[in-house]
Nanobody, 121 residues
Framework: QLQASGGGLVQAGGSLRLSCAAS????????RGWFRRAPGNEREFVAA????????YYADSVKGRFTISGDNAKNTLYLQMNSLKPEDTAVYYC????????????????WGQGTQVTVSS
C-alpha cells in the first residue's frame, strides 16, 4: 500500500527527492515518516510529519538538509534531500501510522518496500 521511489546514485552535495505513494486508503489522517537503514546498521529515524501536515520532525543528522512534506490530494509523501553526504547512503523506507511515536519505527503500522540512495564522495 506504500510505494517508495526516487532513490538513485548521486554525488556528494547533490539532491534527490523521494516519493512515497499510498494506495488502498487515504493516508491524510495518518502520521507518516521516513527511516533509513545503512548496511550493518539499525534502521534509523530520518523525518516525520504529523497527520495535519503542520508538524514536522527531523533527526539531527539531516536537519537543515532534508525536508519532509505531504500532498494529500495525491496521497503521496515526499522527502527532499539536499546537500547529500556519503553517510546518507542507505535504503530509505516510508511508513505510516496512527498515534505513532515519530522516531519509533515499531509504532508505524504500514511500510513501503524501500528505495536505495547511494551518495558517492
Amino acid at each position: 500500500q506504500l510505494q517508495a521511489s526516487g532513490g538513485g546514485l548521486v554525488q556528494a552535495g547533490g539532491s534527490l527527492r523521494l516519493s512515497c505513494a499510498a494506495s488502498g486508503r487515504p493516508f491524510s489522517s495518518y502520521a507518516r515518516g521516513w527511516f533509513r537503514r545503512a548496511p550493518g546498521n539499525e534502521r534509523e529515524f530520518v523525518a516525520a510529519i504529523g497527520w495535519s501536515g503542520r508538524n514536522t520532525y527531523y533527526a539531527d543528522s539531516v536537519k537543515g538538509r532534508f525536508t519532509i512534506s505531504g500532498d494529500n490530494a495525491k496521497n503521496t509523501l515526499y522527502l527532499q534531500m539536499n546537500s547529500l553526504k556519503p553517510e546518507d547512503t542507505a535504503v530509505y523506507y516510508c511508513g505510516a501510522g496512527v498515534g505513532v511515536r515519530y522516531s519509533d519505527a515499531d509504532s508505524y503500522a504500514y511500510w513501503g518496500q524501500g528505495t536505495q540512495v547511494t551518495v558517492s564522495s
